[in-house]
C-alpha cells in the first residue's frame, strides 16, 4: 500500500489548507482512511476519520468545526480540508489505512499503512 500525503505548508492562523493522501495501485473506497498529527514533543494523535462501510467520519474535538475529511473519488484520495488554523494546529500530519472495523474509533494500531507525512505550520 503506497500512500503520499500532500498539501503542508506554511500559514497564518485563520488561514486554510488542503490536504490529500492519495494512493496509487489499489483503490481507497476499501479502506478505512484517517488523518493523524504529531506535534513537536507529543504524542501523534488522531484527527479524523473516514470509515470504509458508509464513509462516515470521526473528527477530533480539537479540530471539531474547522477540519473536514472527505473522499475524493477522481483521484483516488482523501482530502482534510483545515479552516480556521491555530498555531497549535502545527505539526507533521499523516494518513494511513486500515480494514479494521474498529479502524476510527479505535487503536491506531489498526492503521496498517502510513504515508510519509507533510507538516503544517500555523504562524504569523
Known amino acids: 500500500v503506497q500512500l503520499q500525503a500532500s498539501g503542508g505548508g506554511l500559514v497564518q492562523p485563520g488561514g486554510s489548507l488542503r490536504l490529500s493522501c492519495a494512493a496509487s495501485e489499489f483503490s481507497l473506497r476499501g479502506y478505512s482512511v484517517g488523518w493523524f498529527r504529531q506535534a513537536p514533543g507529543k504524542e501523534r494523535e488522531r484527527v479524523s476519520c473516514?470509515?470504509?462501510?458508509?464513509?462516515?467520519?470521526t473528527t477530533a474535538d480539537s479540530v471539531k468545526g474547522r477540519f473536514t475529511i472527505s473522499r475524493n473519488s477522481a483521484k483516488n484520495a482523501v482530502d482534510l480540508q483545515m479552516n480556521s488554523l491555530k498555531p497549535e494546529d502545527t505539526a507533521v500530519y499523516y494518513c494511513?489505512?486500515?480494514?479494521?472495523?474498529?479502524?476510527?474509533?479505535?487503536?491506531?494500531?489498526?492503521?496498517?499503512?502510513w504515508g510519509q507525512g507533510t507538516l503544517v505550520t500555523v504562524s504569523s
Open positions: 473516514i470509515r470504509a462501510s458508509d464513509s462516515s467520519t
Open positions: 494511513a489505512t486500515s480494514r479494521s472495523i474498529y479502524a476510527c474509533s479505535g487503536s491506531q494500531s489498526n492503521f496498517a499503512s
